[in-house]
């Protein structure tokens, strides 16, 4: 659900001003943008015809293509490069940044107007204009005239230097920003970059025959309308998506109310168990994929105790045997409740169902051995014993934090996952205790969690 989450956060960014980082890293990059581009303007010689109506067209085509957007992570990709090789190859090039950079803005204008997006941010659409200054370079130099296949490898090298810049941006961007790893950005726009170049190649050879008949450049339109209802597809998706994901969520807060006004304890101690799972599945460098799936299946992992007599359930002594039978139907009861929802939940439940099974096998309800347990079960697992060991009970006090991790260690290959048990070791030492929780503070970790933040802690 990562790209989900990412599109999710970028939809509520876009009506909020720009925080401090934003405004200053896009500031900087917009400010720095304007001024090569007006250097270039004032300082490079053109070699080709100043045609007013050409120019209008492809500056509003470029602003109307450029409304045609495809969600992606926290940004979204246009096929801007429909428009963009026609204008670096027939328009005077000392003119292409600073009409770029006019079309962007132009592009966004409805959402500034009606206030969908906040009015800082303009800024972003300039920030985002470096890849019209590498083509412009390299053609300068070596193909500054009109466009000819004999400088056919000219333009290959244009339109390399057009994605390196690019890139370049799009990395530094992400990580300035949002914090994500490099290596997550170079991922994600490598996709990018198939469905760039194929439109680079498409607009080269209609812009070719349209440097004696302009009005064939009309042909991009069909194209245009076909991306259009695509990326109209893939919002509605999206939108469906989140609602679902916004569904789910309101299912686990509702969940965790019911089993905080069943028992208060098992409430506190299922906030703890989210905690300590967090910090050990950074340890561990858990996939973000996995990551809400395995927060939601600590914060429920004990939901079947609502199901648990109460008499049993808080029982001021050990349990007899076929007490102990009983609370062991608890994760069965789970997967129950959970299966009931269906879609993510039901995938949350198979993993609450595994929660209570050992490395040795000697487990319940299934007797799993080793890797045969879902990874998020024994992460809950370990996590789980090690705050029902530090937390007080009728029945039994506390133990110290260090007696509690001797216990783990002790643990280590019979009860629990020797790995498992290395990370929670190094989160214990590095976690805050939790105070005492409420449904309020469950719903701040469910509702606050950010995707880009734990992405960031492990570059």
């Known amino acids: 659900m990562l790209a989900e989450q ?19 890293v896009l500031g900087i990059s917009a400010g720095l943008y304007l001024l090569a581009a007006l250097a270039i303007a004032a300082f490079m010689p053109s070699e080709r015809e100043f045609q007013p109506l050409l120019l209008v067209g492809l500056v509003a085509g470029y602003a109307l293509i450029s409304r045609v957007r495809f969600e992606v992570g926290n940004w979204f990709v246009v096929p801007e490069l429909l428009v963009f090789v026609p ?21 966004v204008m409805p959402e500034l107007l009606n206030g969908s997006w906040h009015k800082e941010r303009a800024v ?12 412009v370079l390299v053609l300068a130099w070596l193909a500054p005239g009109e466009p000819t296949l004999a400088h056919f490898g000219v333009y290959v090298a244009a339109f390399g230097a057009q994605f390196a810049f690019d890139a370049t941006w799009s990395v530094l961007r992400d990580r300035l920003v949002d914090q994500i790893p490099y290596g997550t950005s170079i991922e994600n726009y490598v996709g990018i970059l198939r469905f760039d170049a194929t439109l680079t190649s498409i607009a080269f050879v209609i812009t070719l025959p349209a440097v004696d008949e302009p009005l064939i450049l009309l042909t991009i339109g069909p194209l245009v309308w076909l991306l259009e209802i695509l990326s109209r597809d893939r919002r509605e998706r999206y939108t469906a998506t989140l609602e679902l994901q916004r569904a789910y969520r309101g299912t686990v807060m509702l969940l965790s ?12 101690h299922s906030r703890s168990v989210v905690d300590l799972v967090h910090a050990t599945a950074d340890e561990l460098d858990i996939e973000p ?16 105790k609502i199901a648990i007599p109460k008499e049993i359930l808080n029982k001021p002594a050990a349990l007899t045997a076929s007490e102990f039978e009983v609370m062991k139907t608890h994760t069965i009861e789970g997967q129950f409740m959970l299966d009931r929802v269906g879609g993510l939940l039901a995938r949350v439940g198979e993993i609450v169902r595994s929660c209570h099974e050992r490395w040795d096998g000697s487990g319940y309800p299934d007797g799993l051995t080793g890797e045969e347990i879902p990874l998020e ?17 009728p029945y ?13 260690r002790a643990g280590s290959g019979s009860q629990f996952d020797p790995r498992v048990v290395d990370a929670l070791c190094v989160a214990i030492a590095t976690t805050e205790p939790a105070s005492s929780s409420a449904a309020d503070e469950v719903r701040a970790l469910l509702v606050n969690s950010s995707v880009a933040e734990r992405l960031g802690a492990r570059a």
């Open 289 to 304: 994929a996995h990551r809400q799936e395995l927060e939601f299946a600590a914060l429920l992992h004990d939901v079947g």
């Open 6 to 24: 990412l599109v999710g956060e970028a939809r509520a960014r876009h009506p909020r001003g720009m925080n401090a980082r934003e405004r200053r």
């Open 87 to 107: 204008l670096v190859l027939l328009a005077p090039l000392p003119l292409v940044p600073l009409l770029v950079a006019l079309a962007s803005v132009l592009s």
């Open 124 to 135: 972003t659409c300039l920030s985002d204009c470096w890849f019209a200054i590498g083509p």
């Open 257 to 268: 109310d019911v089993v905080e006004f069943d028992d208060k304890y098992t409430a506190d």
């Open 377 to 393: 079960s024994r992460i809950v697992f370990a996590a789980d014993a090690y705050n029902a060991m530090t937390t007080d009970r």
């Open 396 to 408: 039994r006090g506390a133990l110290s934090q260090q007696q509690a991790i001797n216990e783990l």
